[in-house]
């Protein structure tokens, strides 16, 4: 029964000791490092323990980001007929004014407010005047 209590003590001592080093210690140095340059030189705010483990977090998790990306972007070459809309044919030209011309959806609409908008400012009903 003693190997297994010293077995199991050896591995929490070892755990303490890797949440020591993984994290109290360089907390405790960026806390350090923060009160020194901050506090001292630029008279900034000094921070304490526990705002030193976040900024050690923040580190941490930067480094992460930066050297570990989760986005990967890839470039592939498509075949022209694999496309789902019409190509252009080549006697078609571009406009040359660089406008695109009006949608027939458009111009229909156009064309029915003109319809419906009196000539004479004197015939229109007293609601389109304001």
Same mark, same amino acid.
Not at 20 to 28: E, F, G, H, T
Not at 93 to 98: D, F, N, V
Not at 116 to 126: F, I, M, N, Q, S
């Given at each position: 029964?003693?190997?297994?209590? !010293?077995?199991?003590?050896?591995?929490?001592?070892?755990? !303490?000791?890797? !949440? !020591?080093?993984?994290?109290?210690?360089?907390?405790?140095?960026?806390?350090?490092?923060?009160?020194?340059?901050?506090?001292?030189?630029? $008279?900034?705010?000094?921070?304490?323990?526990?705002?030193? +483990?976040?900024?050690?977090?923040?580190?941490?998790?930067?480094?992460?980001? +930066?050297?570990?990306?989760?986005?990967?972007?890839?470039?592939?070459?498509?075949?022209? #007929?694999?496309?789902?809309?019409? #190509?252009?044919?080549?006697?078609?030209?571009?406009?040359?004014?660089?406008?695109?011309?009006?949608?027939? $959806?458009?111009?229909?609409? #156009?064309?029915?407010?003109?319809?419906?908008?009196?000539?004479?400012?004197?015939?229109?009903?007293?609601?389109?005047?304001?």
């Amino acid at each position: 029964m003693f190997p297994a209590v !010293l077995g199991l003590l050896l591995s929490l001592l070892s755990l !303490l000791m890797t !949440l !020591l080093i993984m994290l109290v210690l360089p907390s405790v140095l960026c806390t350090v490092l923060w009160n020194a340059l901050i506090y001292s030189v630029f $008279h900034g705010v000094s921070i304490s323990l526990f705002q030193g +483990v976040l900024l050690w977090f923040m580190i941490i998790l930067t480094v992460m980001i +930066v050297f570990k990306p989760q986005i990967k972007v890839s470039v592939q070459r498509l075949d022209a #007929r694999d496309l789902p809309f019409k #190509r252009p044919k080549k006697d078609d030209k571009p406009s040359s004014t660089g406008v695109n011309p009006p949608s027939a $959806h458009w111009l229909k609409w #156009r064309e029915s407010q003109k319809k419906d908008k009196p000539k004479d400012p004197k015939d229109a009903p007293p609601s389109s005047l304001l």
